[in-house]
């Protein structure tokens, strides 16, 4: 499915959630294209309507030359098995094989006084524009990047028919992809996203995405039109979630540019929660100044918090610049979240502390690279993506260096869903010359001195600043990905550029920087990357604000299905001390091992078993991995950011859910994990714990402490009232020498509840644990039961599922719900579960909801668990 630094306190944006000018629409269809080997004529001849493009294909735009070959069915999918290469690469096929034109016939006939601008948000890498026999651009316009702005009005011609030619050149140079990450490192000669020419995550992208890769619009406005509008907020003192608020400060500027001959004069102004606040404007001709308003006091404000911590509310503001007769000229509408974040130096941990609204924030993060590695993006992508991380119960979301500036649609969702950002600029350790690398053309003195251009990265990244910076989620810019940037683009950057156009966020040097958590253990400061035993996840000490830490993340069956061809479906075995014989497909889309990890639960007998068995070795890796990290807030951490929690691409690692966004047991261990109050077993020590991650003092909650066998026998360890202050770590009660004699033969299951007054949950939690000799041999003769499911509709685009398990049965343990087409019993996608891979105990019921898209006909639920037949369930 393709649908789709200063220890000063640092003050958060706003949004535009969404920015439309007067009238604006996209030039999203309707495109053709031609490789230049197959076009002699230039840019002034294409561009005239009246040249004839037969013989052009259909283009995709926003796009790739690669994407478009895909659509025209003329390379197959490259996530597909060994497809990717099939492909021709551009280092061995010469860039002209991937340089080509793009061609788009629009009709455009502006009124009186109106101007028409053509805009482009991003092209990969070079291009030259021409509009009816016109070249736009004075000289090559570089950097993929860089959004480009064209007035032009007095060039469409009066007929309305308009014919707009854009010839798009490859990065120079393309870089070797020899393999190594980044390939021989070149690309990042460029100031363009390096994973294009290969990494340990995914296999090189053909074309480089060449192309017109971001929007194209068309926008018209009267005389004065509104760029970058900037809004800033300040929220003093320290505050709650709920209840009434002290006032906040609210303040706005925008540019505004005259591009006629003539002085211009009117206001500016905004509309924000029923204040208007105004200014008035004098323009000189072909002038772009940049107005401030006045300050805007907002009383009893609604807040925007991080998820997990409070409600994202968010303020519809209209800016609109009235000519002197009263005319509305241009207009821009954004969505604000009124919001101050903070930092601070932790001298327990030797780390920085993040603090949203005065209050201090535990960072849970997740690493991600970019929705779709061939840049097919689409807001309902980003919707779905951003939407998982906030059900994994996570408050962060990091932008790795080797990427992109993410787009406003990406932050839009982030704003929406409560997720904080920590956004690179594009540098990498590997490509920009940290370390010694054999694979690496250029030497590491030459390498740090990338990209060729810094004055073009400069521009880029002034540019990019403006584009996304109004957006309450952005919290962190970072330099690059475990690398400085180059003095002379670090320093005016750090010191000059983000003061000037931003002035309110922490920035951190490098991914791994001492300014971010001090590096005592030496190394690179990140890692370790993943299977490791559970226990080490809270005892071992890592870096204190870890920004890249990860495990495993093969998917089920199923999702394997969907890229692997069947003679590939083959499981990895394991011989210990010597390692995994794996297939080559699965070598090729990066599988990394489970090594002995699914081995306690009996060898896999199918690539069928592996992949069931590997969810359980999923959710136990990060549910371990955040509790640990929880476990020790404050301490030892002040957060921590998951080495990674997607693939743009068909890999085989690291991912909460796959490519086709179908969830795996990954995503439900840090949802459970990561639950903002939650309760919890050390294996280490044998204690339970809780972990409040919420500004809210929690009283009178009971704890519960029972035992179950394999039989589904339960016993009550202990219950006791208990409670915990706002984010606090407690531990409770030591239970290993009750359980360890109860475990020594099978394993156990040991399940932990907090219950309120009314005795209804607010946590809980169920481990798996071994026998004696550090197997499940329990789970492995578990018997099978059966289970009572009802599914009905609650509304048009939500399910409800009940799974009852009969008393005296045993445990119905880790049981998958999808929701599948009723004919091909495959999997709808994306589906929103509000848990999964659930566990019933005896004589007890679990209530599960699942949100969709809904469909024309209506869909079936489908459940099969460790002891758990499949079966499939009308919806009533």
Same mark, same amino acid.
């Given at each position: 499915m393709n649908r789709f630094s200063s220890w000063l306190p640092s003050v958060l944006l706003l949004i535009p959630l969404a920015v439309y000018s007067q009238t604006e629409y996209e030039l999203n269809a309707g495109w053709q294209c031609r490789s230049i080997s197959n076009v002699k004529d230039n840019g002034s001849t294409i561009s005239s309507p009246r040249y004839s493009l037969n013989g052009w294909q259909p283009a995709v735009v926003p796009g790739t030359v690669l994407t478009t070959l895909l659509a025209n069915k003329q390379v197959p999918d490259p996530f597909y098995g060994m497809n990717n290469k099939r492909i021709p690469d551009i280092y061995h096929a010469g860039r002209d094989s991937y340089t080509y034109w793009f061609v788009r016939d629009f009709r455009e006939m502006p009124k009186a006084g109106e101007q028409v601008w053509l805009n482009f948000r991003g092209v990969n890498y070079s291009c030259d524009v021409f509009l009816n026999g016109n070249k736009l651009n004075q000289?090559?316009?570089q950097g993929m990047f860089l959004r480009q702005t064209y007035n032009i009005t007095s060039l469409l011609r009066p007929d309305g028919q308009n014919r707009l030619a854009v010839v798009v050149y490859p990065p120079d140079p393309v870089g070797n992809p020899?393999?190594? $990450?980044? *390939?021989? *490192?070149?690309?990042?000669?460029? =100031?363009?996203h390096q994973y294009v020419a290969g990494w340990d995550w995914i296999q090189p992208i053909r074309d480089r995405n060449t192309g017109i890769w971001d929007k194209v619009t068309i926008q018209k406005t009267g005389v004065v039109r509104i760029n970058n509008p900037h809004v800033i907020t300040l929220v003093p003192g320290k505050r709650q979630p709920d209840g009434n608020q002290q006032p906040a400060i609210v303040r706005v500027s925008a540019e505004l540019e005259n591009s006629t001959a003539s002085p211009q004069q009117g206001v500016l102004q905004y509309v924000l929660d029923g204040h208007t606040v105004t200014q008035k404007v004098s323009l000189a001709p072909r002038s772009t100044v940049t107005v401030e308003l006045p300050a805007l006091t907002l009383a009893n404000p609604k807040l925007w918090w991080p998820n997990g911590y409070g409600p994202q509310h968010l303020y519809p503001?209209? %800016?609109?610049?009235?000519?002197a007769a009263k005319a509305i000229s241009d207009e821009e509408t954004l969505q604000v979240g009124v919001r101050e974040i903070q930092t601070e130096w932790n001298t327990t941990t030797r780390s920085k502390q993040v603090s949203v609204n005065g209050q201090k924030v535990f960072v849970k993060g997740g690493n991600w690279i970019i929705s779709d590695a061939m840049l097919r993006f689409s807001a309902d992508r980003y919707d779905a993506e951003i939407r998982f991380h906030r059900d994994m119960n996570l408050n962060l979301i990091r932008i790795w260096g080797g990427a992109l500036v993410e787009r406003p649609e990406f932050y839009q969702a982030c704003d929406k869903y409560g997720l904080l950002v920590m956004q &690179?600029?594009?540098g990498s350790g590997d490509c920009n010359g940290r370390w010694v690398d054999p694979m690496k053309k250029d030497d590491q003195w030459t390498r740090r001195k990338y990209p060729d251009d810094h004055k073009l990265f400069l521009r880029s990244a002034a540019d990019q600043i403006k584009m996304i910076r109004n957006h309450p989620s952005l919290a962190i810019w970072c330099g690059g990905n475990e690398i400085t940037l180059p003095g002379d683009i670090m320093t005016p950057l750090r010191d000059s550029i983000l003061p000037a156009l931003d002035g309110t966020r922490w920035f951190i040097d490098y991914s791994n920087s001492d300014d971010m958590s001090y590096n005592f253990l030496g190394g690179n400061g990140d890692g370790p990357y993943g299977i490791q035993p559970i226990e080490r996840f809270w005892s071992y000490r890592t870096w204190p604000f870890n920004s890249e830490v990860g495990s495993v993340g093969v998917g089920d069956y199923e999702s394997l299905e969907r890229f692997l061809p069947k003679e590939n479906m083959v499981a990895p075995e394991y011989v210990k001390d010597k390692g995994a014989k794996v297939d080559s497909v699965w070598d090729y889309h990066k599988y990394i091992g489970y090594d002995a990890a699914i081995e306690p639960y009996g060898r896999a007998t199918s690539v069928r078993d592996f992949a069931k068995k590997a969810q359980l070795v999923n959710y136990d890796q990060y549910r371990a991995l955040m509790e640990g990290f929880s476990a020790h807030m404050w301490d030892? +951490?002040?957060?921590v950011?998951?080495?990674?929690? $997607?693939?743009?691409?068909?890999?085989?690692?690291? $991912? %909460?859910? &796959? +490519? +086709?966004? &179908?969830?795996n047991a990954c995503l439900y261990g840090l949802h459970n994990g990561s639950e903002p109050l939650h309760i919890m077993y050390n294996p280490v020590d044998s204690m339970v714990m =809780?972990?409040?991650?919420?500004f809210k003092f929690h009283r009178d909650?009971?704890? =519960? =402490?029972k035992v179950y066998d394999m039989a589904g026998k339960d016993s009550t360890l202990t219950q006791v009232f208990s409670e915990i202050g706002p984010t606090l770590i407690r531990p409770y009660i030591p239970i290993g020498k009750a359980l360890k004699p109860l475990a020594k033969d099978k394993g156990l299951f040991l399940s932990l509840r907090l219950l309120d007054l009314n005795k209804q949950i607010v946590s809980e939690n169920l481990y798996w644990l071994t026998d004696a000799n550090g197997t499940h041999s329990g789970l492995q003769k578990l018997t099978p039961t059966t289970v009572q499911v009802n599914a009905r509709s609650s509304s048009k685009s939500k399910i409800e599922v009940t799974i009852k398990n009969p008393a005296g049965n045993p445990v119905a343990f880790f049981n998958r719900l999808s929701l599948v087409n009723s004919q091909t019993k495959k999997r709808i996608l994306p589906v929103f579960y509000n848990d999964n891979y659930v566990s019933v105990l005896p004589g007890e019921e679990k209530v599960i909801t699942m949100e969709y898209t809904p469909t024309a006909d209506m869909p079936m639920v489908s459940l099969e668990g460790w002891n758990v037949a499949e079966q499939f369930f009308s919806v009533k």
């Open positions: 000289k090559l316009h020899n393999g190594g $990450q980044g *390939g021989d *490192g070149t690309i990042a000669r460029n =100031v363009a503001l209209r %800016m609109q610049f009235l000519t &690179d600029f594009w030892w +951490y002040t957060g950011i998951i080495w990674k929690t $997607q693939n743009p691409w068909t890999a085989l690692r690291g $991912q %909460m859910y &796959d +490519y +086709y966004l &179908d969830p =809780v972990a409040n991650n919420t909650m009971m704890m =519960v =402490v």
